[in-house]
């Protein structure tokens, strides 16, 4: 094998091996009233910490929410759902090619009380088969 076809191979694989990697996670939850009933229409709002950049979305009818592709970095979850207080939840840490768990219990009340929770999400391992 020549030097020529020998750098292109190497490239390649350096290509290949440089594209699997990847520099974003997927956060994830459920929220949920007081009796762990779901609340479907719930406004998800999540903010990272760094640069505030908000992306938004509403839960599911199963009270499921998730937010794919998120940049590595610390982000901050808030959620409002009518008849129930604002909820937030910061310092959750999305990680590289990781699932994040952020679930949010809202507290009945008016959106103009706050629920403010300071521990990160539950990270889930999806390449193994060992929790982070």
Known sequence: ??????ALVVLLALSISASAQRLDGTLR????????AVVPGAEVVVSSQATSVQLST?????GAYVFPQLLVGTYTVEVRARGFSKYSRSNVE????????ADAKLAVGSTAEVV?????GEVVQTTTSHWG
């Open 1 to 6: 094998m020549n030097s020529k076809c020998l």
């Open 29 to 36: 939850g459920t929220v949920q009233d007081p009796h762990g």
């Open 58 to 62: 509403q839960t599911t009818s199963s």
């Open 94 to 101: 999305v990680l590289p090619n990781q699932v994040v768990t």
């Open 116 to 120: 403010e929770v300071t521990s990160g």
